[in-house]
């Protein structure tokens, strides 16, 4: 076991991990921030999505080791932060969740994209998009969400 | 319980590697997925993540040299003259979020058949540089890559940068996929190529998904070497160019694809390559 320190949606934490624990295991066990899901645990369905400096990663695979001293976002920091409040709004007033499962690893994605291209085509939110799968198949609606914030 | 080794330098990292039982974990892109399915668990790692130095691309004598933890979110965005290929295979790979961790270095070590960037790397001639502590080797990649999950590292070695020629001509990469993102490649293709006065001076092509690693095409090229644009409208030409293009990969039936689908993508994306990189080269 070793000491890591993060801070999570702007708050100091130093916890004990074990050497090869996953960041999203970290987040969820250890600091009972349950709102970023584990959907493949793979990597490929972005469910587990956060932003660690700013880019987003899947959590799911992250080595926790290596997110030390890092500053890290998850949908929680919605309470906080003023661009993910006005995101969730945004899906909210597109009817952009279903059963809302990949919502929090959407709303992040849609934050880093827009962080990196605040003007993004239709093309750019589908590529940003990308790496988010929606079971209930309700993509154009979270489309429009994210049209309605540039 | 498997140790986590953090060094901050190269130094250190060869150092840790070359304990006993030791490997290096660079994104933790295909580390992970691994670990979940239960491979290299008795493993101790070395992380590569803090080594800044492996992160720069640099030009030297010899080409540029990509550090191999530079990730593919920053290799998308490279631009060395005559290897778009790079970049483009870079943006080919998985989503943001694997592109944001997923590394160059880790996808030629991970050995994957389907990898994206090391076709593109192929078709570049490019080199690997392998450091242990016992000194230095630069290898080509085409002789590096063995198998599926299997290279020529060494036990102790570290992959520390990859040495990319700079090209006068230019290249193209092309993948298929089941869909557009997160797709492991059903065949993807890189093609370099350099013209004078109308004929081919010269040109590689890699191919990925196609063969037990990512393969240089030699008898297609061969052929198409010292042709000219409109041999590639010549049905004869093209059914030699086929057989060649087909004697050079040796795809199987899978999951993903049949053997004769790889194989009609793999000539069919041939002919579009060369016609894209032959309206580069005559407008330069």
Redesign the interface.
Known sequence: MLNIQLTVNGELHTILI???E?LLHVLREKLGLTGTKEGC????C?AC?ILVNG????S????A??A?GCEILTVEGVEKNPKLARIQQAFVDHGAVQCGFCSPGMIM?TC??LDENPTPTDEEIR??L???LCRCTGYQAMVDAVKSLI | MSMFYQPLTAEEAIAYLARENTMACAGGTDLYVNRKHGKFLDKDYVSLDKLQELKQVTKKADGWHVGSMVNFACAEKLEIPGAACLAMAAAEVGAPQIRNRGTVGGNIVSASPAADSVPALMALDAKVMLRSVSGERVVPLTDFMKGPGKTDLKPGELMTEIIVPEGKGSSVFSKAGKRNALAIAVCSQAVYLETENGKITEIRVALGSVAPTAVRAYRAEALLKGTEEKALTCAEFKAALKAALLEDISPIDDVRATKEYRQTVAFRMLMHNLSVLWKEETVC
Do not use: F, H, M, W
């Open positions: 074990d050497p090869a996953t645990g793979e990597g490929d972005g999505t880019k987003s990663v899947n799911c695979i992250y080595p080791i290596q030390d994605a880093a994209l590529r940003g990308s790496g988010n």
